[in-house]
């Protein structure tokens, strides 16, 4: 009889969190909605990718490095719990050529899965880089899933790029699922960000059934709480670092957010940004040389709109960021996702920001779209042309300045 109890709770428990989570408005009111600035002259294509693009950065004048991963089967289908899901991988965008390039991970262990979310340069020389990779590493037995840092050493010639794996750095299953944004400011330290409060709960799906269930209310709980967390306001999103030789991870203070995103480091004047999306901010923190893992903060600036992940151009002195949407917007987007409705009736704005720095993080260009593409995760300039990515469609999209 007890069991029967507990599982018909367990079930009630599921149940009310699906409700809640689907029908946020309900609960929490609905988020303003952005208003469409006109672009004139504007001319967008797009450009097929094999998976969503997460992070881009700009290598070359020609090339961006960008991290592919199949966010919404990880996240919304909750397909972490298979190892049968599609890995992930390193692409480079070849601007001239319009192409999309998988670039092979030489030496990396062939039965080491790679899902890359975060992914950070730093340059040793005009032609060698070390390239670290946040690894939502999903594994054949879903209990033993963690968080990783990848590290690669990324040699560029002409338009050619060979990545050469080296190690990983493993930050634990409390982190798995968590992790956002990372960004190494030397060659032993690095900060990364954690999004969500509560890891990815995992379990394996051949478990006693009693076991499935503990975990499925689990994880809608998580989602839940996010989701209040979000709504309420509450702060329990943080930066870190990690020091490579200690192996320690450090909690920055006063980097509380309600969900910590993208990082941008200034290796030139030792500054760190950090978005803290849906709050329309960033914070600035000052990296001390010679204590580069305790980040102070210096400055927090306000955005226009809500961003994901930003880049900072270190020859124009200029951050740019692509516009992310409402919560709301991206929990519909979930939602028409599971339902394999491809996102035709939803709508939901993007665009990209940009802040000048040397005039005092005054907005310098700004722009908002609707439609062209969902769910929008990077944005960055080059010249005439803005390059967005998105976690939900597996393309880019190009805006073109006549």
Do not use: W
């Amino acid at each position: 009889m007890e069991t029967k109890n507990s599982i018909v709770l367990i079930v009630i428990a599921l149940f009310l969190g699906l409700y809640i989570q689907y029908n946020q408005n309900l609960f929490f009111g609905s988020n303003t909605q952005l208003n469409e600035i006109n672009i004139s002259n504007r001319d967008f294509s797009h450009i097929k990718s094999q998976l969503p693009i997460s992070h881009m950065i700009k290598l070359t004048d020609n090339l961006l490095i960008c991290s592919g991963i199949d966010i919404p089967k990880i996240y919304i289908k909750k397909e972490y719990l298979s190892s049968n899901i599609e890995n992930g991988g390193i692409y480079l965008y070849n601007i001239k050529k319009k192409e999309f390039e998988k670039i092979s991970l030489d030496n990396y262990p062939k039965d080491l899965p790679i899902h890359p979310h975060g992914i950070s340069l730093y340059q040793i020389d005009s032609d060698n880089y070390y390239l670290y990779v946040i690894n939502h590493l999903i594994r054949d037995d879903p209990t033993k899933n963690e968080e990783k840092i990848e590290k690669f050493n990324l040699n560029i010639n002409k338009d050619k790029i060979t990545l050469y794996y080296k190690n990983s750095f493993s930050l634990s299953q409390n982190y798995f699922g968590t992790v956002n944004s990372i960004a190494a400011v030397n060659n032993n330290v690095i900060y990364f960000t954690t999004e969500n409060y509560f890891s990815l709960p995992c379990y394996s799906l051949n478990d006693e059934n009693y076991i499935k269930y503990f975990y499925l209310v689990k994880y809608q709980l998580y989602q839940l709480f996010n989701i209040v967390f979000q709504k309420l306001n509450i702060k329990k999103s943080y930066l870190y670092s990690y020091d490579i030789d200690k192996q320690e991870i450090n909690l920055i203070n006063n980097s509380e957010g309600i969900s910590n995103r993208g990082l941008a480091y200034d290796s030139k004047n030792s500054i760190l940004y950090m978005v803290r999306a849906f709050e329309k901010d960033i914070k600035i923190f000052e990296i001390s040389r010679n204590v580069p893992n305790n980040a102070l903060l210096i400055k927090k600036i306000k955005t226009i709109y809500n961003m994901e992940n930003i880049y900072y151009d270190e020859e124009n002195e200029k951050i740019y960021g692509g516009i992310y949407g409402s919560i709301n917007e991206l929990n519909e987007l979930d939602k028409s996702y599971l339902s394999n409705e491809d996102y035709k009736d939803i709508t939901v704005f993007g665009g990209f920001e940009e802040i000048d720095v040397q005039k005092g993080y005054d907005i310098s260009d700004i722009m908002l779209f609707k439609n062209e593409l969902k769910g929008i995760s990077s944005g960055i300039k080059n010249n005439n042309n803005i390059f967005f990515s998105s976690t939900y469609q597996n393309e880019l999209l190009i805006y073109t300045k006549k």
